[in-house]
């Protein structure tokens, strides 16, 4: 797992940008060497996906930028053209698919779940 943000790599984001590549390369590479063998490799990219430390993080914003949490909250929400933040089910739904048999034949692929989120071709 990694983020959908490498395909739209952030310059504030430098470290986490670079490093997240980097898995995706790892898992093309591992996908390649073992798919002979059965084994599948996959990334899954989550976009603005609502979990227990969100709120955290929203808070955090809102006070190091002088806004409202309604306005940090907005403002990501905007971004979404599913006009809201994922819920981990969704997300989770996607990763037991490519843990079961049905995706037998899905292999080096970089799967967003983001709603829309990533505006950047393949």
């Not at 996908?31 to 808070?59: D, F, H, Y």
Request: overall charge neutral; glycine content about 8%.
């Amino acid at each position: 797992m990694t983020s959908a943000q490498v395909k739209m790599p952030q310059d504030r984001l430098l470290l986490s940008s670079s490093i997240r590549n980097a898995v995706i390369g790892l898992t093309k590479c591992l996908s390649n060497e073992l798919a002979a063998q059965g084994i599948t490799v996959n990334s899954v990219l989550p976009g603005k996906v609502s979990t227990e430390r969100t709120p955290a993080v929203l808070q955090a914003t809102a006070q190091r930028e002088g806004i409202s949490l309604e306005e940090v909250e907005q403002r990501i929400v905007r971004e979404v053209p599913s006009g809201r933040f994922g819920r981990s089910e969704e997300f989770a739904d996607v990763v037991v698919f490519l843990a079961s048999e049905r995706a037998s034949w899905v292999t080096g692929a970089s799967i967003r779940v983001d709603g829309g989120f990533c505006k950047a071709l393949d």
